[in-house]
């Protein structure tokens, strides 16, 4: 018979706890850069991500949340060594997180958060090449400058806070 709570106990929750951070610190950062940029080409307030599509009542984007797991968890392995593959993998990433935050918000809610259909080369409406290419762009800065930033914070934050006995990545 499995001993179920034995193999809880020796579970490595850093991880978990480690994304859980990054998915409310992307998806908060995700829906400051949509409020910036849709405000800027309208030239008025705009929030971005779901707060507009849903009211929701919470400065938060889940997709980006999402789409800096994805990137996360699934390139980790190449960053610094494999540096022309990680590149297009990202944009990869990224797009298909859109392409599938769109497909399922539509699917569960039965409402198009954003629609690209008059874009060039668009996926049904759900993603295009313009947004490809810049996620690509903003793919490689979220690699090279970003996560490390963020990734430093979130493991200095969980160790001071001493959650779970968490003490991987403590500035000395």
Wanted: charged residues 15%; aromatic residues 16%.
């Amino acid at each position: 018979m499995i001993n179920l709570r034995a193999k809880i106990s020796r579970l490595n929750l850093s991880v978990l706890e480690e994304g859980v951070m990054y998915f409310f610190i992307y998806g908060l950062v995700g829906w400051l850069i949509d409020t910036v940029f849709e405000s800027m080409v309208f030239g008025q307030f705009l929030p971005g991500g779901m707060f507009r599509s849903f009211l929701l009542p919470v400065p938060f984007a889940p997709i980006y949340g999402f789409g800096a797991l994805a990137i996360i968890y699934l390139t980790k392995h190449l960053w610094g060594r494999h540096i022309i593959l990680s590149i297009p993998l990202v944009g990869v990433i990224a797009t298909a997180v859109e392409y599938c935050g769109g497909v399922m918000t539509i699917a569960l809610f039965g409402h198009r958060a954003w629609d690209y259909s008059g874009s060039f080369l668009n996926l049904q409406g759900h993603t295009d090449l313009f947004h490809a290419i810049a996620w690509t762009l903003l793919g490689w800065s979220f690699i090279k400058f970003i996560h490390p930033a963020v990734e430093k914070f979130v493991k200095n934050f969980l160790a001071k806070m001493n959650f779970g006995g968490y003490t991987r990545g403590v500035d000395k």
